[in-house]
């Protein structure tokens, strides 16, 4: 089973950028879809972003497309949200989780594991 830990939250004002990074182990993250998700303060939880697994399709949530860039690096088996120009409504725990399937999917009942999550809080 993947073991996933989360890092690279913090506090960033508005504008400013964060580089999420979501480790694995246990097994190799190529061989998985891959989504990030965050919760917001009184908020559902919301699929921002996936991966499909090895080199397919990316989605993004209308909110953030030409903000955030998901991507892997294989090597490091690990994979990155980068995000910029951020805006305080993108204050929330991020999450990211995997699901052994070709396709990614930004809905969080597909992905059966999850990483403990990373806070992310913009404000001035």
């Known amino acids: 089973q993947v073991q996933l830990v989360e890092s690279g939250g913090g506090l960033v004002q508005p504008g400013g950028s964060l580089r999420l990074s979501c480790a694995a182990s246990?097994?190799?993250?190529?061989?998985?879809?891959i989504g990030w998700f965050r919760q917001g303060p009184g908020k559902e939880r919301e699929g921002v972003s996936c991966i499909s697994r090895r080199g397919g399709p990316t989605y993004y949530v209308d909110s953030v497309k030409g903000r955030f860039t998901i991507s892997r690096d294989n090597a490091k088996n690990t994979v990155y949200l980068q995000m910029n120009n951020l805006k305080p409504e993108d204050t929330a725990v991020y999450f990211c989780?995997?699901?052994?399937?070709?396709?990614?999917?930004?809905?969080?009942?597909?992905?059966?594991?999850w990483g403990q999550g990373t806070r992310v809080t913009v404000s001035s």
């Open positions: 989780a995997v699901h052994f399937r070709f396709g990614c999917t930004l809905v969080a009942g597909s992905y059966p594991d």
């Open positions: 246990g097994d190799t993250l190529d061989n998985y879809a």
